[in-house]
């Protein structure tokens, strides 16, 4: 049924400028206009309500959930890490999967997200037997976030091979005998999907260990063919670019730059350790790195130059990765908070001065957008109408009483529970919190999130 209606808040950011409270304007979805109140629209007053575009998590492993505060331990490095990852994974039956998973998308859906990037690297049984449908835990992924609302973008990931990224003990789950395999899975998805307006696919060869160059070259031709967003995880790990080195004589940015898998469609996931030739072939392709900085944070893997990066002209965005944490606008305040502790000074990204604000809420919104092949992240005229309700009486905004000043502490500043409400295509996904009627309330999912906790981790 169409729908037209005007959402008029106390302060309204849209298009990278305040409009005070001038009204919202949308139409079936999407973003009709901002100001007039055309004939026959439903006005919606938000008193109280600072009204921002949706964020976006563009990368992220939702059934890591499960790992929240487990395996923090002293000598827990990355490898201890991935092998608790791996050791949950071998576990989890579809159903479970699927509870932990809706339970992190409605973590995000609070936290004020709208719009998830997953990459789904889960294919299998734990023995490695494909499902009856093998696409059973990426549909399960799907449904899951539309549940509870969100848009999402399965990126829809390849393993070919044992790697340090890589899944290591459940790579029964993952690997596949031929890149083939994943195009055909991708197809099908594509297909299942298509009368869905809010879930779309990508590609995502896992890294450049786990995929070989025909892999790579293979999936990053079909992504162009079929104007599909690749993702690839790459420089996260020293070791990493060592054994990148050791076994191709180039860095995981140089392999992939001459493989033809580095352009404009690319998201480089986490891209922390790279030099200068690699920041240069980035930003000369026009490429866009996704970091995930309170991941990283926890595993210890490092700080994305993302000064360095920006200089060279890429593109940044943001994802949760492992829900160790999950503070969309704390993971942008941390890209900068990190550089500032290794670069020694403050303010690194306020580059033009005063462009730092509108830098990271850009990281946290069209960013991430435009990595997962989507339109929208600035509320302007023809984008899809994903935003976010503020309250602006939350004691972590007190004070900001300029749009200057509001949008840096915004950035920069505020809390978490000052987010109210999520609002997708122009509908409530959550309000005051919880999800709105016709969803899985959040006691229902908390129960069932609760429910495969505890059969998960009886097994261990």
Known sequence: MPTLRAYVPDQLLAGGAFHGREPLVVRDGLVDRIGAVP????????????????????????FQRALRGRAERRGADAAAWRAAVSAAARRLDPDAFEKIVRFAFFELARAGVTCAGELHDLHRDPDGRPYPDPDELALRVVRAARAVGLRIVLLRAATARPGDGGPEPAL?????????????????LRAALVADPLASVGLAPRDVLACPPDWIGALAEAA?????????????????VAACRAEHGRSPVGLLASLGALGPTTTLVHAIHLDDADVAAVGAAGATVCACPLTDRNLGAGVVPADRLLAAGARLALGVDSHAEVDPLGEARALEGHLRLVRGTRAVLDDPPGALPARLLDAATAGGMAALGLPGGRLEPGEPADFVLVDLDDPSLAGADTPDALLATVALGMAPGAVKSTFVGGEPIVEDGWTTPGRPTGAELL????????????AS
């Open 447 to 458: 129960a069932d999130f609760r429910e495969a906790m505890a059969a998960l981790w009886r």
């Open 172 to 188: 029964a789950r993952s690997v596949e005998e031929s890149p083939a395999l994943a195009l055909a899975a991708v197809e099908r």
């Open 39 to 62: 004939p026959g629209a439903e006005v919606v007053p938000l008193p109280g309500r600072l009204l921002l575009p949706g964020l976006v998590s563009a990368h992220g492993h939702a």
């Open 224 to 240: 162009r063919a079929r104007d599909l967003p690749l993702h690839v995880r790459a420089a996260a790990e020293p070791a990493e």
